[in-house]
């Protein structure tokens, strides 16, 4: 359950491996739709372990970021997003991290779930939730700090996104406090400029307390740029994928009961098989958008968040917040 926690951890649960290598042969990588836009640009590479190319200091603005992940990061490649740590300094939010996460166990996760962070919210959850085992809410930092988005490639491939980088201090993470990538402390300074350009985007995905909705423009299949935006109060972060089968909403409420009961869903997707990653969309605050790269395929896209809700650390989709809509070729 723990797995359903944070950003990538959501991805995994969508995200076989069997799927991924098929999706290696691909290149999603990107028209350089972006290119034109003359934007200052940051380059990061994900290593097994790190992220490379953070500078100590950057200017304040909006970063064209490029993320490459090298094939030692695995079946799941890897990916960086942009959190400003809400009272405390980058360092502290990186201290505090190595205390959530904890030391791995045997089945090659933290312990998150499991440890009480002093001065926080995670308590014991309320006893056995109704879908099955304590879920306590993560530390108020993470739901007060700023989140700018983020992105992320499978092994070997790049992936890219814009947004915006504003003054004071930053952390570049895996948005997710068990990422195997040590997170990076960086300084944004300077004023935001104020004659930003908007990339352009096919569509507008809209996120909030608990939807995710197309609110311009449409989906389609193939290579497009998706503007992001927040307009709720809690973060959220979307993961994107296309299957064949035909499902509906009650197929994929019964799916995330069953990873909380760990009874079998008594439907025909199975996400496990059926799912083709399009793109994942890091963690966004309130009042923030970012323009992803998405390559998708024709079929039915479901797209989904996993942020745990302030309420009770259950992920979102939990509430609801997931859509489906049918992309056509
Ligand atoms: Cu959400």
Redesign the pocket.
Known sequence: MRRLMFGFLAVLLMLPMTVLSALAAQDATPESAFADLGLPTLDVTVTADAFEGIPESVEAGRYLVTVTALEETGEFGGGVAFIQPAGMTGDEFIDMLGEVSGPPDESGVGSAAATPIEGGVATPADGEGEMGGPMGAPPDVFFQSVYAGGTYALAGETSQTVLDLTPGEWVAWGDDPESSQAPVAFQVTGEMPTDLVEPESSATLT?GE?IIEVTEGEVTSGPQILRVDNIGA?P??IAGGTTQVDVTGADIEAILESEMTGTPAAVDFNPDEDFEEAFYSGTQSTGTSQWIVADIQPGTLIMI?F?PDIQDGMP?AFYG?YTIVEVGE
């Open positions: 996120m608990y809690q959220h972060f968040c942020f979102h917040m």
